[in-house]
Nanobody, 133 residues
Framework: QVHVAESGGGSVQTGGSLRLSCEASGYTYTYACMGWFRQAPGKEREVVAAINVGDAAIHYADPAKGRFTISLDKVDRGYNTASLSLQMHSLNPEDTAMYYC?????????????????????WGQGTQVTVSS
């Protein structure tokens, strides 16, 4: 049974930092790409960043560039378990959202498709990030 779980959300003031973590486990095959998405109240879910498990290629959405860093913390030999982080700095109220970790099986993500939520088969329940002014 596949399990994806996020942690590390919380409340900070403008300019603060948070580190989100995600662990995906239980998939028989290979996690090829993992990403962070977010959804603010009343808005559509959007990509934040994604990273390929095999070649470590990274893609950032414009709001994340220069402020957020995605990284793979641990990958087991068969890629059946992977741990992902999102380090966020210089947070502002526009970053307030539920943040979701997602994993794609079988194929890497590329600059032209990492934004496509439909490519990610496994999702966590989300962790809330609230930034106050």
């Amino acid at each position: 049974q596949v399990h994806v779980a996020e942690s590390g959300g919380g409340s900070v003031q403008t300019g603060g930092s948070l580190r989100l973590s995600c662990e995906a486990s239980g998939y028989t095959y290979t996690y090829a790409c993992m990403g962070w998405f977010r959804q603010a109240p009343g808005k559509e879910r959007e990509v934040v960043a994604a990273i390929n498990v095999g070649d470590a290629a990274i893609h950032y959405a414009d709001p994340a560039k220069g402020r957020f860093t995605i990284s793979l913390d641990k990958v087991d030999r068969g890629y059946n378990t992977a741990s992902l982080s999102l380090q966020m700095h210089s947070l502002n109220p526009e970053d307030t959202a539920m943040y979701y970790c997602a994993a794609r099986a079988g194929r890497f993500c590329y600059s032209y498709n990492y934004q496509d939520m439909g490519l990610y088969k496994f999702w966590g329940q989300g962790t809330q990030v609230t930034v106050s002014s």
